[in-house]
Structures are given as structure tokens and as C-alpha cells.
């Protein structure tokens, strides 16, 4: 049974930072392509950034210049760091594992 268990998230001003982990309890990992969703109030679930087991990543174009997906394989994580944050980035942050492995889910709210 694959488990991720994402942290970071949190309150954070307009313009702050903030970056994200995910575990992920599988002696495979590095097989596997990992991504970032989000979930906002009202909102269908979105992709916010992608990268593969060989480190080719892909953001949402909202997104682009300010978030960072990185991976570190020998500690089974994969990151997603966070700057410049607004309001509108406000949502349930969600990593995935191909495609079909599903963490619980941490609150990143943007507000003064």
C-alpha cells in the first residue's frame, strides 16, 4: 500500500513563501512520476505542477516564475516550494503519485 503524507502548508501574508513535502512509503519512487494539485472552495481539483522520475517538470501557466517542483529520491519526497503566493493560490494542496496514489491533502491559505 503506497502512502503519501504531504506537510508545510499553512497562513501565510501575500508575497510570502512557502514550500510543501510529500512522502511517499515506496521502495519505488524514483519510478514514479509526482505531481501537485489543488483543490480551492467551489473549484474543480487542478494540476498545479508535474515532474517526472527524470526530473522534467511542467507548472500550470498561473503558477509559472513562482512555484518550484523538485524531488530528492533517496528520501522518497517530492517538494513544492512557494513564493510570491496570493490570495487566488489559496486552496487544498494534494500530491499524487502515478496518477493514482493520493495524499490527504494540507491547507495553504493567502491572506493578510
Known amino acids: 500500500q503506497v502512502q503519501l503524507v504531504e506537510s508545510g502548508g499553512g497562513l501565510v501574508q501575500p508575497g510570502g513563501s512557502l514550500r510543501l513535502s510529500c512522502v511517499v512509503s515506496?521502495?519505488?519512487?524514483?519510478?514514479?512520476?509526482m505531481g501537485w494539485y489543488r483543490q480551492a472552495p467551489g473549484k474543480q481539483r487542478e494540476l498545479v505542477a508535474a515532474?517526472?522520475?527524470?526530473?522534467?517538470?511542467n507548472y500550470a501557466d498561473s503558477v509559472k516564475g513562482r512555484f518550484t517542483i523538485s524531488r530528492d529520491n533517496a528520501k522518497k519526497t517530492v517538494y513544492l516550494q512557494m513564493n510570491s503566493l496570493k490570495p487566488e493560490d489559496t486552496a487544498v494542496y494534494y500530491c499524487?503519485?502515478?496518477?493514482?496514489?493520493w495524499g490527504q491533502g494540507t491547507q495553504v491559505t493567502v491572506s493578510s
Open positions: 515506496t521502495n519505488i519512487f524514483s519510478f514514479f512520476n
Open positions: 499524487c503519485a502515478a496518477t493514482k496514489y
Open positions: 515532474i517526472t522520475s527524470g526530473g522534467s517538470t
